[in-house]
């Protein structure tokens, strides 16, 4: 079994920063975009970020110009800088490559004063 492995993840205040890292096998990192998902309490599962192999990044709206994700290929490392945190980015964080059953453990984001 495939296994992504997660951290960074911890309680800051509002306004804070966090990086996250998660990496993956080297078979499946070359080969796949990356990407980093969330979910709140009560709510589905949210995709935050992309970005492919060749380093396009996506992001939905919510966190555009405070998150920014990036790979680095010689660690198979996908990280996420979250800057200007707001409570309502609290959620379990999730990386996940390509599209199929590859999923991090999770690591809990929780932002707070």
């Known amino acids: 079994q495939v296994q992504l492995v997660e951290s960074g993840g911890g309680l800051v205040q509002p306004g804070g920063s966090l990086r996250l890292s998660c990496t993956a096998p080297g078979s499946i990192f070359s080969r796949y975009a990356m990407a980093w998902y969330r979910q709140a309490p009560g709510k589905q599962r949210e995709l935050v970020s992309t970005?492919?192999?060749?380093?396009?990044?996506n992001y939905v709206d919510s966190v555009k110009g405070r998150f920014t994700i990036s790979r680095d290929n010689t660690q198979n490392t996908v990280y996420l800088q979250m800057n200007s945190l707001k409570p309502e980015d609290t959620a379990v964080y999730y990386c996940?490559?390509?599209?199929?059953?590859?999923w991090g453990q999770g690591t809990q984001v929780t932002v707070s004063s």
């Open positions: 996940r490559a390509g599209s199929g059953n590859f």
């Open positions: 970005i492919t192999s060749s380093g396009r990044t």
